[in-house]
């Protein structure tokens, strides 16, 4: 059974840091692409950032280009999202999601989110 | 970056009745789009690929079709677990990936 677990949400101050991570299992996570997407409470959904399945090939949101870092240890099988610079605009939920396949970049499995409030 | 925008907003039907629900690209994305179901404090649950792919586990009451610019969701016979926020989304011109704002279907 594929699984995804975000963690690393939580409140933190404009200018901030924080980093999410996802733990993955239950699929061969290196030949996978990954995606985080986030969506604010109550509003619709937002791609973030993708890497490939070697971590070699990553790919930025403009909103978030400079700011954020996406990583991947595939001996640990475990996604993680480094955000710097945090703003207000920033707080959401944030989800992992596995891409369906090479090239496909649609999403058949999700975590349960992760909380990230960004607030003085 | 390719805007999608879905249509009606909010749907409001019964159970028993058919749903359809909108999706149009403002250019042509092929038949590169996928179709989410939402329900509240969950993860989005994919539903439909290619336009017209059911993703595994999803029941034949969803059918999606269309290609190039417009597209449609169709839920043949509303279940009360069918009500819920859909979203659409084109993977064509990536990055960035796109989402529409979502179709509310909720109980009349």
């Known amino acids: 059974e594929v699984q995804l677990l975000e963690s690393g949400g939580g409140s933190v101050q404009p200018g901030g840091s924080l980093r999410l991570s996802c733990a993955a299992s239950?699929?061969?996570?290196?030949?996978?692409?990954m995606t985080w997407v986030r969506q604010v409470p109550g509003k619709g959904l937002e791609w973030v950032s993708a890497?490939?399945?070697?971590?070699?090939?990553?790919y930025y949101a403009d909103s978030v280009q400079g700011r954020f870092t996406l990583s991947r240890d595939n001996s640990k099988n475990t996604l993680y999202l480094q955000m710097n610079s945090l703003r207000s605009e920033d707080t959401a939920v944030y989800y992992c999601?596995?891409?369906?396949?090479?090239?496909?970049?649609?999403?058949?499995?999700w975590g349960q989110g992760t909380l990230v409030t960004v607030s003085s | 970056e390719i805007v999608l925008t879905q249509s009606p907003g909010t749907l409001s039907l019964s159970p028993g009745e058919r749903a359809t629900l909108s999706c149009r690209a403002s250019?042509?994305?092929?038949?590169?789009l996928a179709w989410f179901q939402q329900t509240p404090g969950q993860a989005p649950r994919l539903l439909m690929y290619?336009?017209?792919n059911r993703a595994t586990g999803i029941p034949d009451r969803f059918s999606g079709s269309g290609s190039g610019t417009d597209f449609t969701l169709t839920i043949s016979r509303l279940e009360p677990e069918d009500f819920a926020v859909y979203y659409c989304?084109?993977?064509?011109?990536?990055?960035?990936?796109?989402f529409g704002q979502g179709t509310r279907l909720e109980i009349k």
């Open positions: 999601a596995k891409n369906w396949g090479p090239s496909k970049p649609f999403y058949d499995y």
């Open positions: 239950g699929f061969t996570f290196s030949s996978y692409a």
């Open positions: 890497i490939s399945g070697s971590g070699y090939s990553t």
């Open positions: 250019q042509s994305v092929s038949s590169n």
């Open positions: 290619g336009a017209s």
């Open positions: 989304q084109q993977y064509v011109d990536s990055p960035p990936i796109t």
